[in-house]
Every structure is written in structure tokens, then in C-alpha cells.
Nanobody
Framework: DVQLQASGGGLVQAGGSLRPSCVAP????????IGWFRQAPGKEREGLAC????????VYADSVKGRFTVSSDNAKNTVYLQMNSLKPEDTAVHYC??????????????WGQGTQVTVSS
């Protein structure tokens, strides 16, 4: 079983920034693409960004291009999601997942627990 640990959400005002992180086991970090997703109350889970297993390629959903950046720290087996210019509609539980491709929520095998991001207006 692959255990992913997401943290770093919080409460921020509109226009602010947050950088949640996702720690993966070394085997998963080295071998799987890792994606970030979110789910707002009453809405379907939405893909945000993905970083390849090599950590050399990134993919973004159109809804967050230019505002969100996915990055990694190989020494810490950690993937980050830098979120800038946050809007109230970004409020959601944010998840990381491994084993899939791109930002399609249906193809990821391993999911971490979520971290809440709340953006106040």
C-alpha cells in the first residue's frame, strides 16, 4: 500500500498564497507520477496539476495555469503545489495522488488524505 501525506493547507485571504506539500514513500516518489487534486463541497473531484516520475515534466489544468506551480524536492520525497492569487472558488479539500497520469482523477491508484484550503473574500 502506498501512503501519501498531504499537509500545508489553511485559511488565506483572496489574493494570497499557500504551498501545500505531499510526502510520498521513496518507491512511489521515484516511480510514479504524482498529481494534485481538489474537491469542493457538492462538486466532483477536479485535477489540478501533475509532475512526472522523473520530475522533469509538469501538466496543469486550464483552471490553474499561470497561478499554480507544481515542484518537487528529491531529498525529501516531497511534491509541492505553490498556489498564488487564490480566489474564494479555490476553497476545497486538496489531495495528492500517485500512480496515474495527467490530471484525470480516474486513473490514479493511490491517494493521500486531504488538506483543507479555505480562501476568504
Amino acid at each position: 500500500d502506498v501512503q501519501l501525506q498531504a499537509s500545508g493547507g489553511g485559511l488565506v485571504q483572496a489574493g494570497g498564497s499557500l504551498r501545500p506539500s505531499c510526502v510520498a514513500p521513496a518507491s512511489a516518489y521515484d516511480n510514479y507520477n504524482i498529481g494534485w487534486f481538489r474537491q469542493a463541497p457538492g462538486k466532483e473531484r477536479e485535477g489540478l496539476a501533475c509532475i512526472s516520475s522523473s520530475k522533469g515534466k509538469t501538466v496543469y489544468a486550464d483552471s490553474v495555469k499561470g497561478r499554480f506551480t507544481v515542484s518537487s524536492d528529491n531529498a525529501k520525497n516531497t511534491v509541492y503545489l505553490q498556489m498564488n492569487s487564490l480566489k474564494p472558488e479555490d476553497t476545497a479539500v486538496h489531495y495528492c495522488a500517485a500512480g496515474g497520469r495527467g490530471v484525470d482523477t480516474r486513473v490514479y491508484d493511490y491517494w493521500g488524505q486531504g488538506t483543507q484550503v479555505t480562501v476568504s473574500s
